[in-house]
């Protein structure tokens, strides 16, 4: 699984994208725990994250398989 991380989150994990080896389908908050135990600076930012998968937001209760391009929206404000 490939996970894309975009402004704030990529200055907070020192990267713009990692891999993830996921064996079996994993829920979201399992994606969450694997995450924060590899960069636990993100915590601050979890709250306020979305998350999509394969170019599309998803919900709280999606799940992720190992092809999946999962991408760490974080919030964005306009002017």
Request: with cysteine.
């Amino acid at each position: 699984m490939r996970i894309l991380f975009f402004a704030q989150l990529k200055d907070a994990t020192g990267c713009a994208s990692a891999e993830l080896a996921v064996p079996t389908l994993m829920s979201g908050e399992q994606l969450w725990a694997e995450l924060l135990r590899r960069f636990p600076a993100l915590e601050v930012h979890r709250r306020t994250v979305r998350l999509a998968k394969n170019s599309e937001y998803v919900a709280a209760n999606a799940q992720f398989a190992d092809g999946d391009e999962v991408a760490l929206i974080p919030p964005v404000s306009g002017g």
